[in-house]
């Protein structure tokens, strides 16, 4: 079964005309892991979608989808915190403490203040 990141990427291959193979040499990788990508067997790397802009020439918006779909089927997150402040780090830390306790109210509303670029 396609995921949605799954589905995107292969409606781009398809439009393009491009197989497995040509995304697979384009992005370094084996034909059998962008097919497991599109079946959500593997996790997107983190810079795929980046190798597929490049390779597809793919439009902001198309980037823009492809990432959306490929966090929607993450399973972990990893926060880079080498150059941040103390007080960055302090709330990265709290807000994984208390991810699995949040409601689904909490986090349209934390959705909604990020979307809004808003810190308040």
Request: without cysteine; proline residues 2%; aromatic residues 4%.
């Amino acid at each position: 079964m396609l995921t949605p990141f799954g589905k995107l990427l292969r409606k781009i291959r398809i439009d393009q005309d491009k197989t497995l193979a040509d995304v697979a040499e384009m992005a370094n990788v084996t034909a059998a892991f962008v097919s497991a990508l599109e079946t959500g067997k593997k996790p997107v790397p983190a810079n795929f979608v980046e190798q597929l802009r490049q390779g597809l020439h793919l439009s902001q918006l198309q980037v823009s989808a492809l990432t959306s779909a490929a966090a929607l089927q993450a399973k972990e997150v990893t926060i880079a915190l080498n150059h941040r402040s103390d007080k960055a780090k302090e709330l990265a830390v709290a807000f994984a403490r208390r991810f699995d306790s949040l409601s689904e109210t909490d986090i349209a509303g934390w959705l909604k203040k990020i979307d809004a670029g808003s810190g308040d």
